[in-house]
């Protein structure tokens, strides 16, 4: 078995996050959250590298200078991950991990780095990327009669 591969999964028994086998170098790992509720993340172990990708949230309707500029002010003070996009502008947490390196340790900080940045983003980025969207979806669910449990935090953007 891949040594880093199977630190990773040992790792992840007995903790709460679930995990598959993608194939023998990918593991799909989810990650649960509050306010992003998870965050599926695929580690891949090539030759000389543990790779992270995480999604994060698909590419913003709007204000994409503003999604932008916040990603990269953030990225300075992340550990080991940072923010990028991919080619259709998806937004994912992305980092690499030399193999010397995998041990238990580092794979928790890694797994409570995953949830925090996207934990604490998530509603930030939706608001800067989705707030139209958002909008259009507490009136269409307020003129059904559903429920906006799920939007609270954006109460503030109704006016």
Same mark, same amino acid.
């Given at each position: 078995m891949n040594e880093p591969?199977?630190?990773?999964?040992?790792?992840l028994h007995g903790s709460k996050i679930s995990f598959e086998e993608l194939d023998p170098k990918t593991l799909l790992i989810t990650v649960p959250g509050e306010k992003k509720l998870y965050?599926?993340?695929?580690?891949?172990?090539?030759?000389?590298?543990?790779?992270?990708?995480?999604?994060?949230?698909?590419?913003?309707?709007?204000n994409t200078e503003k999604v932008y500029e916040w990603l990269l002010r953030h990225n300075a003070n992340m550990y080991l991950l940072s923010y990028a996009t991919n080619e259709l502008?998806?937004?994912?947490?992305?980092?690499?991990?030399? *193999? %010397?390196?995998?041990? /238990?340790?580092e794979i928790d900080r890694i797994l409570g780095a995953i949830h925090e940045y996207c934990d604490s983003?998530?509603?930030i980025l939706l608001e800067l990327g989705f707030a139209d969207a958002i909008r259009?979806?507490?009136?269409?669910?307020?003129?059904?009669?559903?429920?906006?449990?799920? *939007? %609270?935090?954006?109460? /503030?953007?109704q006016s």
């Open positions: 591969l199977h630190i990773l999964q040992e790792a965050t599926n993340v695929i580690f891949k172990v090539s030759e000389k590298t543990l790779s992270v990708n995480a999604f994060v949230i698909r590419k913003p309707d709007q502008g998806d937004i994912y947490l992305v980092g690499r991990l030399p *193999l %010397e390196m995998v041990n /238990h340790e983003s998530f509603n259009r979806e507490w009136a269409w669910r307020i003129s059904r009669g559903e429920s906006v449990a799920n *939007l %609270e935090a954006f109460k /503030h953007l």
